[in-house]
């Protein structure tokens, strides 16, 4: 089993990778995990690329800030996540710019706004809600992720970027990351003619590798 001191290592290893390779820019974005006695996260205004492990954010099982520098304003996104779904591990928040831009368009089905272009993204994000805009650190946003109670493993914030949880630490940035991916390609096949799996086949992922969907990790 991690211990604290591994989980926070953690954080900097995969939020320096999320950082180094393009995935948010800037003091942009946030990354948390679960503990046993509350909860880890990245800073307010920290950079993902230059994180220190000893000042990573430590949060009571109440959200009372216990060690490490001040938590990120979107602490909430976070909390809503490990409220209301029980086998969420970790929570990363990216404004990636691929996800990002398909947050701003108009025409996205909000239901189901990363429909199913790739084997992948069924099995490590699952269906994704399109959410409403809200200022950064509203914590409105944070309600409305509550008031989804757990059906959803993943949102995209409109205007603003994705919410992706995960069973532990690197199964939320590999999902993350799957997502990122899966708008890209959403995006650049927007003109074209596109082929996307089959309800048939979605439940087939489903039933043989138990993919993401959702109420699922």
């Given amino acids: 089993m991690m211990t604290e001191a591994d989980l926070r290592e953690g954080i900097v290893r995969l939020s320096k990778s999320l950082f180094d390779r393009g995935f948010s820019v800037g003091s942009a974005g946030n990354v948390s995990v679960r503990l046993a006695d509350g909860l880890l996260i990245t800073p307010t205004n920290s950079c993902l690329g230059f994180l220190e492990a000893a000042r990573i954010t430590k949060l009571d099982r109440e959200g009372r800030h216990v060690a490490g520098d001040p938590p ?9 996540f490990y409220d209301t779904r029980p086998q969420a591990g970790a929570v990363v928040h990216l404004h990636s710019t691929y996800a990002t831009a398909l947050s701003c368009l108009t025409d996205i089905d909000p239901d189901d706004c990363i429909p199913p272009l790739t084997p992948y993204v069924v099995m490590r994000v699952g269906t994704v809600k399109l959410l409403p805009y809200f200022r950064p650190g509203d914590a409105r946003s944070g309600d409305l992720i509550r008031a989804l109670k757990g059906a959803f493993a993943a949102v995209l914030l409109a205007n603003h970027g994705p919410v992706v949880t995960g069973t532990d630490l690197g199964a939320a940035v590999y999902a993350a990351e799957e997502l990122e991916e899966t708008a890209k390609l959403l995006l ?5 003619p596109t082929r996307r799996l089959t309800p048939a086949q979605v439940d087939e992922l ?6 993401a969907t959702p109420g699922s990790a």
């Fill in 72 to 80: 990120s304003k979107e602490v909430f996104l976070h909390r809503a």
């Fill in 206 to 211: 489903r039933t043989v590798f138990g993919a």
């Fill in 188 to 192: 650049l096949l927007r003109s074209c």
